[in-house]
């Protein structure tokens, strides 16, 4: 069993950064892809970002391209989600994912695919 605890939320001005961690148990996590996913209030949840085991594949949503940047330290097992230049639209709690499907070289954007969760945390962007 992995549990994912992600820290970091707040709120912030449009504009400024946020880094959100994820901190997970178990002695898998360094084979495990991981992902970020949003949901705002009235809407589905979505892919933000992904990271595969090793770090070197990451894959990141249309909206949050060259804004977000995801990293991993397997050392530390803990995922990160590094959010510049925020924008209302950014308002949302964010989850921290993972799975043990493939070889943990594709990363992948459908929540289905993710198996653990965290229980989220809260970013507000105002304008």
């Known amino acids: 069993q992995v549990q994912l605890v992600e820290s970091g939320g707040g709120l912030v001005q449009a504009g400024g950064s946020l880094r959100l961690s994820c901190a997970a148990s178990?002695?898998?996590?360094?084979?495990?892809?991981m992902g970020w996913f949003r949901q705002a209030p009235g809407k589905e949840r979505e892919f933000a970002a992904g990271i595969n085991w090793n770090g070197d594949t990451t894959r990141y949503a249309d909206s949050v391209k060259g804004r977000f940047t995801i990293s991993r330290d397997n050392a530390k097992n803990t995922v990160y989600l590094q959010m510049n230049s925020l924008k209302p639209e950014d308002t949302a709690v964010y989850y921290c994912?993972?799975?043990?499907?493939?070889?943990?070289?594709?990363?992948?954007?459908?929540?289905?695919?993710?198996?653990?969760w965290g229980q989220g945390t809260q970013v507000t962007v105002s304008s």
């Open positions: 994912a993972g799975t043990s499907k493939g070889s943990g070289i594709v990363v992948y954007i459908m929540p289905s695919d993710y198996r653990y």
């Open positions: 178990g002695r898998l996590f360094s084979s495990y892809i």
